[in-house]
């Protein structure tokens, strides 16, 4: 593993936190590019990302110092380090939701074009994030005999790389979701498949995941990831239910000028 990718001066820059910032500006152009494609102003994009990308590290971090409140409360002075790693994604998901979704709301501008524009940009992300993870040594999975099972860090035998699994699965939803966006005619239907995808994806890699995610108040076996990839699941069942008795729209180019 490669947790430190080079130093400058003395000082280490993370591999973790150097893949965090290519998947912002990565999932951060493509917002642009697909906002032009839809009369969307670039500066409403920019400020949507950053404000989204502020909420969801904060988002992000709460849920997994929350899940390791034992080591943080005693370690007070680390819950900020987050260049170290240390992030939940579910937990960046909703956080970032929460902020772009006021934002977008107080500028009164078309909700469900933006979220699936979103939902792209997360989905890609997602996939260079998780080669962060792999570098880092967290996120491990299970013990493997397969050719390609890693020897991780402080972590007997070798294991699924778990990280490499999920940045392959997806980029291929980001794939997925790119060709489909141009096709469809509601507005909406790019966040449900995402949710149908990645919820799927999450939770079948979850079985084979290996270090502690906790549970949601010890109320199910699942993990926390595998019980908010079901909610995930639901939720997008009841919108697609309800997206598909509205009307088709026309002209859905322009529906979305900021």
């Known amino acids: 593993m490669h947790p ?57 971090r709460i849920t997994y110092v ?3 409140w034992d080591y943080y409360s005693v370690n007070l002075l680390e819950i900020i380090q987050i260049y170290k790693g240390g992030l939940v994604f579910f937990g960046g998901l909703g956080g970032g939701i929460f902020g772009g979704v006021a934002y977008w709301l107080y500028l009164k501008k078309p909700l469900l074009l933006m979220c699936d524009i979103a939902a792209m940009c997360v989905i890609l992300g997602q996939s260079v994030g ?10 491990f999975g299970i013990h493997s005999s397969l050719p390609w099972a890693v020897k991780f860090p402080l972590q007997d035998g070798l294991r699924h790389p778990t990280q490499i699994y999920e940045s ?18 509601r507005s909406g239907l790019i966040v449900v498949a995402y949710f149908y995808l990645y919820g799927i994806l999450r939770f079948s890699i979850e079985m084979i995941r290996d270090d502690y995610r906790g549970t949601i108040l010890g ?39 900021a």
């Open 4 to 60: 430190v990718l080079f130093e400058i001066f003395g000082l280490p820059v993370y591999t973790y936190g150097v893949a965090l910032a290519t998947a912002f500006y990565l999932a951060v152009q493509w917002a642009v590019r697909k906002g032009r494609e839809k009369n969307l102003k670039e500066e409403s994009i920019l400020n949507l990302a950053i404000i989204s990308i502020i909420s969801a590290i904060v988002g992000a």
């Open 66 to 68: 929350f899940l390791k």
């Open 130 to 139: 998780r080669i962060g993870c792999f570098f880092y040594g967290c996120c």
């Open 168 to 185: 392959l699965g997806n980029f291929l939803i980001f794939l997925f979701l790119a060709w489909l966006f141009p096709k469809i005619r």
């Open 219 to 257: 109320i199910t076996s699942l993990s926390t990831s595998q019980t908010v990839s079901l909610i995930g699941i639901f939720l997008a069942a009841i919108l697609h239910i309800w997206l598909m008795r509205q009307p088709v729209e026309s002209g859905r180019e322009s529906s979305g000028t």
